[in-house]
């Protein structure tokens, strides 16, 4: 059973950065491609971007494309989500997920962390 927590979320000015971390435990961490997704009042979650196992490839949404880039340490079980640029509409909560095969942009990720707040004041 793999757990992930979510930290580094908080309140920041538009224009401003923050970078989120997702740690994770009782798996092969290595082993899963690894996805952030968020999810706004109101609104359905969507995908923010993930991160391949093996090769690291990556892949974006187009509304974050070149503003937020997703890395991962395998020796510290982390992935992480550089987030620049923001705006107002990057306001939600957001959510790492793991799974060991599949598309990286689909929801069905096999497991989910609790989910940080990110607010980005205009």
């Known amino acids: 059973q793999v757990q992930l927590v979510e930290s580094g979320g908080g309140l920041v000015q538009a224009g401003g950065s923050l970078r989120l971390s997702c740690a994770g435990s009782?798996?092969?961490?290595?082993?899963?491609?690894m996805g952030w997704f968020r999810q706004a009042p109101g609104k359905e979650r969507e995908f923010v971007g993930a991160i391949r196992w093996g090769n690291s490839w990556t892949q974006y949404a187009d509304s974050v494309k070149g503003r937020f880039t997703i890395s991962r340490d395998n020796t510290k079980n982390t992935v992480y989500l550089q987030m620049n640029i923001l705006k107002p509409e990057d306001t939600a909560g957001y959510y790492c997920?793991?799974?060991?095969?599949?598309?990286?942009?689909?929801?069905?990720?096999?497991?989910w962390g609790q989910g940080t707040q990110v607010t980005v004041s205009s």
């Open positions: 009782g798996g092969t961490f290595s082993s899963y491609h």
């Open positions: 997920a793991a799974k060991p095969r599949g598309s990286l942009d689909s929801i069905e990720y096999d497991y």
